[in-house]
C-alpha cells in the first residue's frame, strides 16, 4: 500500500508546486514587487519543493521491493525532474 501512495506522491507534490509558484508569482506581480524580489522568493519556493520532491524519491527508494515499488522510484524521479524542468522559467523568463 506505501507503494502506491508513492507512485502518485511524486506528481501530487508537482501539482502543488504548480499551484504554488503560480499563485506567488501572479500576487507578487499584482502587488507590484520588485523583479528581484520575487524572483528570490520564487527560487526559495522551488528550492523547498525540490527538496520535498528528493525526500518522497529517497523514501520511495526505501519500498521499491517489487514492479509497484520499483515503479513508484521511477515516478517519483521523473516527477523531481519534471519540477525542474517545468519551474526552470523562474530563472530566465521575464516574471510579469
Request: proline content about 1%.
Amino acid at each position: 500500500m506505501k507503494e502506491l501512495a508513492f507512485l502518485v506522491a511524486g506528481f501530487v507534490l508537482w501539482s502543488v508546486a504548480f499551484i504554488a509558484i503560480y499563485a506567488v508569482q501572479a500576487t507578487g506581480c499584482a502587488i507590484g514587487l520588485q523583479t528581484g524580489l520575487l524572483r528570490a522568493i520564487l527560487i526559495g519556493v522551488l528550492a523547498v519543493f525540490l527538496l520535498a520532491g528528493g525526500v518522497v524519491l529517497t523514501v520511495a527508494m526505501r519500498y521499491r521491493a517489487g514492479p509497484l515499488g520499483r515503479s513508484a522510484v521511477l515516478a517519483s524521479g521523473a516527477a523531481l525532474i519534471a519540477s525542474g524542468l517545468t519551474f526552470s522559467g523562474i530563472f530566465w523568463a521575464d516574471l510579469c
